[in-house]
């Protein structure tokens, strides 16, 4: 939802994926971009605040940006240099007017219900090359439903944040009771929710195969380990059908 994407989730998205977790993420698309050329096209789609986007950045590589939320991409012009292109679209929707040579979407960005889901994998493959390759990040929906909290206290700098989790099936709903701090007397509360559709590998397969895509590669985190129940990352690698 709209309210979701917000300074507040910027925030606790600063907090928890910096440091360590981004430097790992980071490496593990560095070692999957040696084996390509160095002058390539690389996508993030959703690209939020632009943090893959900025650690990515190096001579040879031409970036590309894509998100739905104007707030975030505005964070993302503050440090991304102007050789990079953003674009403001709704990604269920756009079409690319051209392909690139690697597409990543990190994050769980990729939580649609099932007919979005179709589409989105239906215009990735339509941007994708020959031979390029299509990085999807998500929550392992295992680990997330036996090993997260129900329920987070997120204290930043501008607000107090109470988080819970509940869980449908793998339909994973979180709500978030914002306390924000206007000065030392007044404060201003509202809540935000979001749904993330959690999938597995098999749910993978399935939707990359019904639009000429195969899975090719999974890990079940950034240090190369392959899935298992305990791992809380699921790490999927698509390309091309030969």
């Known amino acids: 939802m709209e309210n979701y994407y917000d300074d507040v989730y910027v925030s606790i998205a600063d907090k928890e994926q910096r440091g360590a977790r981004l430097s790992a993420q980071l490496d593990f698309i560095k070692n999957l971009l040696n084996r390509y050329e160095t002058e390539i096209e690389i996508l993030d789609f959703c690209c939020g605040q632009g943090r893959h986007l900025h650690g990515l950045t190096g001579v040879g590589r031409r970036l590309t940006g894509i998100d739905n939320s104007d707030l975030l991409l505005s964070y993302a012009n503050k440090i991304l240099c102007e050789d990079i292109k953003l674009i403001s679209a709704d990604v269920r929707e756009y079409r690319f007017p051209f392909e690139y040579d690697f597409i990543i979407c990190m994050e769980s960005s990729f939580n649609f219900n099932d007919t979005d889901a179709l589409q989105v994998m239906t215009s990735l493959a339509e941007g994708l090359k020959a031979d390029g390759s299509i990085l999807i990040h998500v929550f392992n929906p295992i680990y997330a439903m036996t090993h997260l909290p129900r329920k987070t206290w997120v204290d930043l700098d501008s607000a107090l944040v109470l988080e819970t989790r509940d869980y449908d099936g793998t339909l994973l709903t979180i709500r978030q009771k914002r306390l924000r701090k206007i000065n030392d007397n007044e404060y201003h509360s509202n809540d935000a929710v979001i749904k993330f559709h959690l999938r597995n590998l098999e ?40």
């Open 203 to 242: 749910d993978f397969e399935s939707l990359a195969s019904k639009v000429d895509l195969e899975l090719v590669e999974a890990y079940g985190s950034f240090d190369g380990t392959a899935p298992q129940a305990n791992q809380p990352e699921l790490i999927c690698i698509l390309r091309h059908k030969e």
